[in-house]
T-cell receptor, first 113, second 113 residues
Framework: ELKVEQNPLFLSMQEGKNYTIYCNYS?????LYWYRQDPGKSLESLFV?????AVKQEGRLMASLDTKARLSTLHITAAVHDLSATYFCAVDWVWTSGSRLTFGEGTQLTVNP | NAGVTQTPKFQVLKTGQSMTLQCAQD?????MSWYRQDPGMGLRLIHY???????DQGEVPNGYNVSRSTTEDFPLRLLSAAPSQTSVYFC????????????FGPGTRLTVL
C-alpha cells in the first residue's frame, strides 16, 4: 500500500521568511504533483514533477523530486500573505488497470504579516 | 471549455436516502475519478475510470457506485446514504489515459443527517 506523508501539517510563518514542506512516499514512483487549495475551493495544480532530479519554479515556490529518496520538497522563498493555503502532494503510481493518485494529508500554511 | 463541472454544489440528505452526484468534462479526457476529502485526511480515491465502459475501485469504494457510459460523464451514486459519507466530493479528469495531470471540478459538499 502506498503511503504519502507530508510534514509539517501546519505551518505558520512570517512574511519574508523561507521554509520547506516535505513529502515522503513509500513506493517507487516517477511522477509527483503539487496542488494548492484555498478554503472552500477546489484544487489548483502547481507543479508536475516527472523524473528524478526534476525541479520546477513558479514565483516564490520551487518544487523538486528525488525518486531514489522517495522525497519531494516544496520550498517557499520570501513568503507573502497570498501564499496562505493548504498544499498537497500527490504521488502517481501504476495500478493494475491504470494509475492512481495518492494524496498526502496536506500542509496548512498561514503567512502572517 | 467549461473544464470539469459538478452538480450539485451542496446537498443535504437523510440517512438511507439515495442520490447521484454528477460530473462532466468537455476536454475529451479518457481518465476520470472521484475523491472524497475529509478534514485531516487529504483526498482519497473512491472510484475511477480509464474510459467509457471501464471502471475500477479506489481506496474507499464501499457505499458508492459508478458507471461510465460516455467519455464526458462519470456520475457517482450513493445507494443508501450514511452519516459517514458526509464529506466534500471532487471529480477529476485527465488525458492521456491513466497518467496525465488531473484537473479537478469545484466539488460537492454533502451532509448526511
Amino acid at each position: 500500500e502506498l503511503k504519502v506523508e507530508q510534514n509539517p501539517l501546519f505551518l505558520s510563518m512570517q512574511e519574508g521568511k523561507n521554509y520547506t514542506i516535505y513529502c515522503n512516499y513509500s513506493t517507487t514512483s516517477d511522477r509527483l504533483y503539487w496542488y494548492r487549495q484555498d478554503p472552500g475551493k477546489s484544487l489548483e495544480s502547481l507543479f508536475v514533477l516527472l523524473s528524478n532530479g526534476a525541479v520546477k519554479q513558479e514565483g516564490r515556490l520551487m518544487a523538486s523530486l528525488d525518486t531514489k529518496a522517495r522525497l519531494s520538497t516544496l520550498h517557499i522563498t520570501a513568503a507573502v500573505h497570498d501564499l496562505s493555503a493548504t498544499y498537497f502532494c500527490a504521488v502517481d503510481w501504476v495500478w493494475t488497470s491504470g494509475s492512481r493518485l495518492t494524496f498526502g494529508e496536506g500542509t496548512q500554511l498561514t503567512v502572517n504579516p | 471549455n467549461a473544464g470539469v463541472t459538478q452538480t450539485p454544489k451542496f446537498q443535504v440528505l437523510k440517512t438511507g436516502q439515495s442520490m447521484t452526484l454528477q460530473c462532466a468534462q468537455d476536454m475529451n479526457h479518457e481518465y476520470m475519478s472521484w475523491y472524497r476529502q475529509d478534514p485531516g485526511m487529504g483526498l482519497r480515491l473512491i472510484h475511477y475510470s480509464v474510459g467509457a465502459g471501464i471502471t475500477d475501485q479506489g481506496e474507499v469504494p464501499n457505499g458508492y457506485n459508478v458507471s461510465r457510459s460516455t467519455t464526458e460523464d462519470f456520475p457517482l451514486r450513493l445507494l443508501s446514504a450514511a452519516p459517514s459519507q458526509t464529506s466534500v466530493y471532487f471529480c477529476a479528469s485527465s488525458y492521456p489515459a491513466a497518467r496525465g495531470e488531473q484537473f479537478f471540478g469545484p466539488g460537492t459538499r454533502l451532509t448526511v443527517l
